[in-house]
């Protein structure tokens, strides 16, 4: 189908769903995925519509998901329609006030409160029966994708075989931390573009569509080592133990704080690693170079992190081998 036809398509279909025949359509936002979000105004309210087009996105899992967290009291948007065949969901607008540009020194402490009481809602109140698991095998496919993607592709280095080592003890240390802490639902993707200042419910919660089952830490590190917005180790530390300690007390872990503070490490390590190669992907595969500016962020977190630890310390070495005095924000020509 036409960019055109979808376009008269997704048109069709909300002026259908909200019986206005003369209401119009403008760009929201684009997705990293394949998914676009559209806005229009009808009966004083203001919309958005999803469009997943079939056979690159399933909005069976949104739907799912959304539900889910709604019942547990979380505000995602409401649903007005959706048609799964067609891939057309019709939601409540949260507005654009996102948290990024939103948070500040000043302002942190605040926005970022009742997100961890949103994680803390989420583990315990939502259910993560029935969704795929994060385990081994897709941790370890998505620690690939750096080795493939920011190595080779972004930076030219090809790893040889001793190179390998120091990869894979990195890896295997991760994987360890990861199966040593309780598994939850986990959000996946819970960090200050996926997350809206609302007037009621804070916060709005969005892009949800890939919770699996996983490691208790990690939508703590996606939100308190967020690839867009860096804040000093001290203020990490104290809302990390913070919520440690509501943890404790909700039963969902008997980490101390040693012990948790090192779980948070290593899975962030798995998400920035991970990160790396998918920001180079979506510069390279997707055409969407404007995420290669976010890998110096990505990559601090990496090496200040990773040295930290002595099983992540041989590969930091060779990865700041492998970029030398290379700007990691430039593209790499073919």
Same mark, same amino acid.
């Given at each position: 189908?036409?960019?055109t036809?979808r376009? *008269? ?8 769903a909200?019986?206005d @025949?003369?209401?119009?359509?403008? /760009?929201a936002?684009?997705d990293?995925?394949f998914r676009s979000?559209?806005r229009t105004?009808s009966g004083g ?5 999803m469009d ?5 996105e399933?909005?069976? !899992?949104?739907?799912d ?12 948007p409401?649903?007005?329609?959706s048609d799964?065949?067609q891939?057309f ?15 500040? +020194?000043?302002?942190a402490?605040?926005l970022y &409160?009742?997100?961890i009481d &949103? ?9 993560p029966?029935?969704l795929p698991? $994060?385990?081994?095998?897709?941790? /370890?496919?998505?620690? #690939?994708l750096?080795?493939?993607?920011f190595l080779?592709?972004?930076l030219g280095f090809? !790893?040889e075989?001793e190179?390998w080592d120091p990869i #894979?003890?990195?890896?295997?240390a991760i994987l ?5 802490q309780p598994?939850c ?5 819970f ?6 200042v609302? =007037?009621?419910n804070? @916060? ?10 996983? !490691?208790?830490a990690?939508d %703590? +590190?996606s939100?308190?080592r967020?690839?867009?917005i860096?804040? !000093?180790?001290?203020?990490? =530390?104290?809302?990390? #133990?913070d919520y440690?300690r ?5 039963? %969902?872990?008997?980490a101390?704080?040693? #012990? $948790? &503070? ?6 962030g390590?798995?998400r920035?690693?991970? /990160?790396?190669?998918?920001?180079c992907r979506l +510069? ?5 170079p404007?995420y290669?500016a976010d890998?110096p ?9 990773g040295?930290?630890h002595?099983?992540?310390?041989p ?7 492998a970029?030398?005095?290379l700007d990691?924000?430039? @593209?790499r020509? *073919?």
């Open positions: 189908m036409s960019s036809d376009a *008269d398509q997704r048109l069709a279909w909300t002026r259908q909200l019986s @025949p003369t209401l119009e359509l403008e /760009v936002s684009a990293a995925s979000y559209w105004s309210s203001s919309w958005i519509v997943a087009p079939p056979g690159r399933d909005i069976g !899992p949104w739907l998901i959304g539900a889910r967290l709604a019942q547990a009291g979380l505000h995602t409401a649903v007005r329609a799964v065949e891939g969901v019709l939601m409540e607008d949260l507005g654009d006030r996102l948290y990024l540009p939103e948070l500040d +020194a000043g302002s402490d605040a &409160a009742p997100a &949103a994680i803390l809602s989420m583990q315990t109140q939502v259910s029966e029935g698991a $994060f385990d081994e095998p897709w941790m /370890v496919m998505e620690l #690939e750096m080795p493939e993607w080779r592709r972004h090809l !790893p075989c190179d #894979e003890s990195a890896f295997r360890n931390a990861a199966h040593a598994q639902f986990m959000h996946r993707d960090h200050s573009r996926n997350l809206l609302v =007037a009621d804070m @916060p709005g919660v969005i892009d949800f569509q890939g919770a699996m089952r996983g !490691p208790l990690y %703590l +590190a939100l308190l967020d690839c867009y860096a804040w !000093p180790a001290e203020r990490v =530390a104290a809302w990390c #133990e440690r509501r943890a404790v007390a909700l039963g %969902l872990t008997d101390g704080q040693d #012990e $948790f &503070a090192r779980w948070f490490d290593m899975v390590l798995q920035h690693i991970k /990160v790396l190669g998918i920001f +510069a390279y595969r997707d055409g969407k404007g290669l890998l962020l990505v990559w601090q977190y990496v090496r200040d992190v040295n930290r002595q099983e992540i310390r590969m930091i070495g060779l990865l700041e081998r970029i030398g005095g990691v924000t430039r @593209p020509g *073919d």
